[in-house]
């Protein structure tokens, strides 16, 4: 019996709650049709050029992003626009594409959980609970215990390690010794002052502030950018492990592919490489 992007739908609202999503986020269904009956689906961050190619080229008719591919208004659909092309090539290709972004961050066990536990993080509670009394243990960002104390210096070579990274940005004092670590896959630097207020000795997250960055330097607390691609790329591997989980328990007969094209949209460049 085929599956439809419906179906889909309901087992990712059961996972994460689309009504976890921030009021100026667009999750869910945002091109295509609940009823279409989905073939293979294909898995990535961004709904760029390079991923909605890839499904086209393997004939994934479902994409499912952490960002959403619609994110503003649209007045329009120009398709002499980016945003336009891309909406123009899923119609044209019969692909439907979802978005699960702030719902995905939000819920228990979601983005941030994923990153905590990468790094060895336990006893996780998020840093801003969201008070939803239906969904207990969601909210913004992760704070908890190392399973075991470790140099400031170790613990910034197991986050170049765990994300795939050759340099960080740090702001602030690196910590002789970390116990407590705080981490918000993606934009979390309006979380920093709470990380700290809850006993962290480091705080990993995206696109840091300047401003937070020189409240950090002043206070000596330490917190590290480790780039919005690298914090959420696990948002991918994330949906890949509870959609085939998924798929196994409900006996659908489709692939799930994470994205083999997608790649870190900043490379770095130093004096010598010019």
Same mark, same amino acid.
């Given at each position: +019996?085929?599956?439809?992007?419906? *179906?889909?739908? *309901?087992?990712?609202?059961?996972?994460?709650?689309?009504?976890?999503?921030?009021?100026?986020?667009?999750?869910? /269904? $945002?091109?295509?049709?609940?009823?279409?009956?989905?073939?293979? !689906? $294909?898995?990535? /961050?961004?709904?760029?050029?390079?991923?909605?190619?890839?499904?086209?080229?393997?004939?994934?008719?479902?994409?499912? #992003?952490?960002?959403? @591919?619609?994110?503003?208004?649209?007045?329009? !659909?120009?398709?002499?626009?980016?945003?336009?092309?891309?909406?123009?090539?899923?119609? %044209?290709?019969?692909?439907?594409?979802?978005?699960?972004?702030?719902?995905?961050?939000?819920?228990?066990?979601?983005?941030?959980?994923?990153?905590?536990?990468?790094?060895?993080?336990?006893? +996780?509670?998020?840093?801003?609970?969201?008070?939803?009394?239906?969904?207990?243990?969601?909210?913004?960002?992760? @704070?908890?215990?190392? =399973? %075991?104390?470790?140099?400031? &210096?170790?613990?910034?070579?197991?986050?170049?390690?765990?994300?795939?990274?050759?340099?960080? %940005?740090?702001?602030? &004092?690196?910590? *002789? &010794?970390?116990?407590?670590?705080?981490?918000?896959?993606?934009?979390?630097?309006?979380?920093?002052?709470?990380?700290?207020?809850?006993?962290?000795?480091?705080?990993?997250?995206?696109?840091?502030?300047?401003?937070?960055?020189?409240?950090?330097?002043?206070?000596?607390?330490?917190?590290?950018?480790?780039?919005?691609?690298? #914090?959420?790329?696990?948002?991918?591997?994330?949906?890949?492990e509870k959609l085939t989980e998924t798929a196994r328990k409900?006996?659908?007969? @489709?692939? @799930?592919?994470? #994205? =083999?094209?997608? &790649?870190?949209?900043?490379?770095?460049?130093?004096?010598?490489? /010019?």
């Open positions: +019996m085929a599956v439809k992007v419906g *179906e889909i739908l *309901e087992e990712l609202d059961d996972f994460a709650p689309f009504s976890l999503s921030e009021s100026w986020d667009n999750t869910g /269904l $945002l091109i295509g049709s609940a009823e279409m009956a989905v073939s293979s !689906i $294909l898995l990535g /961050l961004d709904p760029c050029e390079s991923v909605i190619s890839e499904a086209a080229e393997k004939k994934c008719n479902l994409v499912i #992003t952490h960002h959403p @591919i619609i994110f503003k208004p649209l007045s329009s !659909i120009d398709t002499g626009t980016v945003i336009g092309r891309l909406i123009q090539k899923a119609l %044209q290709n019969s692909i439907s594409v979802i978005a699960c972004h702030t719902n995905l961050d939000n819920t228990a066990y979601g983005v941030s959980d994923a990153l905590g536990n990468a790094l060895g993080i336990t006893g +996780m509670s998020p840093i801003i609970p969201s008070g939803n009394s239906l969904f207990p243990g969601s909210g913004s960002g992760r @704070i908890g215990t190392l =399973e %075991q104390e470790v140099s400031g &210096r170790h613990f910034l070579q197991r986050i170049m390690d765990s994300l795939g990274l050759d340099r960080l %940005q740090v702001a602030g &004092r690196i910590p *002789e &010794r970390i116990n407590r670590a705080a981490v918000c896959g993606g934009s979390g630097s309006g979380f920093a002052v709470r990380a700290k207020e809850l006993g962290a000795d480091i705080y990993l997250t995206a696109e840091v502030k300047h401003d937070t960055a020189r409240w950090a330097e002043d206070e000596g607390f330490c917190i590290v950018d480790g780039t919005h691609y690298a #914090t959420e790329r696990l948002a991918v591997h994330l949906l890949h409900n006996n659908w007969n @489709i692939k @799930i592919i994470p #994205t =083999e094209t997608e &790649r870190h949209p900043f490379v770095s460049v130093d004096k010598n490489s /010019l």
